[in-house]
Structure formats: structure tokens, C-alpha cells
Nanobody, 120 residues
Framework: QVQLVESGGGLVQPGGSLRLSCAAS????????MRWYRQAPGKQRELVAS???????TYADSVKGRFTISRDNAKNTMTLQMNSLKPEDTAVYYC??????????????WGQGIQVTVSA
């Protein structure tokens, strides 16, 4: 079984920075895509950023130039560096992995989510 654990959330003032981390554990042979989603109260979950195993990244327009996604394939970890945070970035952030090769085949997994609050 694969587990994803997020860390690094919390409360930050507007303009501040936070760094989220996600660690995948279990018998994992490879992970194609690692992603961060977020869901604000009353809104749908949205894709924030993604990164493939070869380092190709995508970002939501709302975070381009402020957020940076990275990963360590050897450690099955991912980070999201969030700078110049705005109140509208407030949400529960979820780690997601897609195309995870495990002993029994392939799977997609979600973390439990971590709260990020941007407020003065």
C-alpha cells in the first residue's frame, strides 16, 4: 500500500512564504506524475502544480511566478515552495501521485490534506 504524507502547512501573513512537502512511502518502483491540488471552502478542488518524473512542470495561472514545484525521484518526495502568498491561496492542499508503479500494478493516491491559511 502507498501512503502520502503532507507537511509544512500553517498560518502565514500575506506576502509571506511556506514550503509544503509530500513523502510517498510503500513499495514503489516509480511515480509518473506528482501533483498538488487545493480546495478552498465552497469551491471545487483545483490543480495547483504538477511535475513528471522527467521534471516537466505545469502551474495554474493563479500561481505562476509565485509557486515552484520540485521532486526527488530517489526519495519519492515532492515540495511546493509558495512565495508571495495571498489570502486567496488559503485552502486545504492535497498531494497526489498518478501512475504509481507498485508490485501489483499501477495506482493513483491522495494525501490527507494540509491546511494553508494566508491572513493578516
Amino acid at each position: 500500500q502507498v501512503q502520502l504524507v503532507e507537511s509544512g502547512g500553517g498560518l502565514v501573513q500575506p506576502g509571506g512564504s511556506l514550503r509544503l512537502s509530500c513523502a510517498a512511502s510503500g513499495t514503489i518502483f516509480s511515480i509518473y506524475s506528482m501533483r498538488w491540488y487545493r480546495q478552498a471552502p465552497g469551491k471545487q478542488r483545483e490543480l495547483v502544480a504538477s511535475i513528471t518524473s522527467v521534471g516537466t512542470t505545469t502551474y495554474a495561472d493563479s500561481v505562476k511566478g509565485r509557486f515552484t514545484i520540485s521532486r526527488d525521484n530517489a526519495k519519492n518526495t515532492m515540495t511546493l515552495q509558495m512565495n508571495s502568498l495571498k489570502p486567496e491561496d488559503t485552502a486545504v492542499y492535497y498531494c497526489n501521485t498518478a501512475g504509481v508503479r507498485i508490485t501489483t500494478g499501477w495506482g493513483d493516491y491522495w494525501g490527507q490534506g494540509i491546511q494553508v491559511t494566508v491572513s493578516a
